[in-house]
């Protein structure tokens, strides 16, 4: 069964520092997704960048039936401060490293304040793990309400992101 609260991390990754950590001033629960990924950590990124042009989720559901892109679109890797993602605004990246934004105007009128982090770790010199953190406030009823509704929701569509995101990474590695 699927915990809506950490797919697949370690108790170290949940213990770990995040980037994300920083931009809510509320208070916040923090949900976890990782993914060891036979890729090294620059291709496992380069497949990050791609969250700028599609979900890589469950198509049909968050991306109004188009399918997510199966070959890496020039310039998405070429990153600043401000541009979107997702439901996200990026705040903060470190090339090969991480992503991290904060949810956009129109995404937190819906699920409430959102800081995320994609980070790629480094295995060994050909695999990494993709890690997501999630920080979800929540400082009433309703919004406590919402957010748990969100982890479920959340996990299952972040599992098939990172399973998507793998898939594409180990198929581009295994070509390079």
């Not at 923090?30 to 380069?46: E, G, H, N």
Request: contains cysteine; proline residues 7%; glycine residues 4%.
């Amino acid at each position: 069964m699927l915990d809506p609260r950490h797919w697949n991390s370690t108790a170290e990754e949940r213990t770990a520092d995040y980037p994300c950590s920083k931009y809510l001033d509320e208070p916040f629960q923090s949900f976890y997704r990782a993914i060891d990924v036979d890729a090294p950590p620059q291709v496992a990124f380069r497949w990050l960048c791609q969250l700028k042009v599609a979900p890589y989720s469950y198509d049909w559901l968050d991306n109004r039936g188009r399918r997510s892109p199966r070959t890496l679109t020039p310039g998405t890797d070429e990153l600043a401060v401000g541009q979107h993602f997702l439901i996200f605004e990026l705040v903060e990246f470190e090339r090969n490293v991480h992503l991290t934004g904060v949810a956009r105007p129109e995404a937190r009128r819906v699920y409430g304040p959102i800081a995320v982090t994609y980070q790629v770790n480094p295995r060994e010199a050909t695999s990494s793990r993709l890690i997501g953190r999630l920080d979800v406030a929540a400082s009433s009823l309703p919004a406590r309400v919402r957010r748990s509704a969100l982890a479920v929701g959340d996990v299952l569509m972040m599992r098939k992101q990172f399973l998507t995101l793998k898939e594409l990474s180990e198929r581009d590695a295994v070509g390079a």
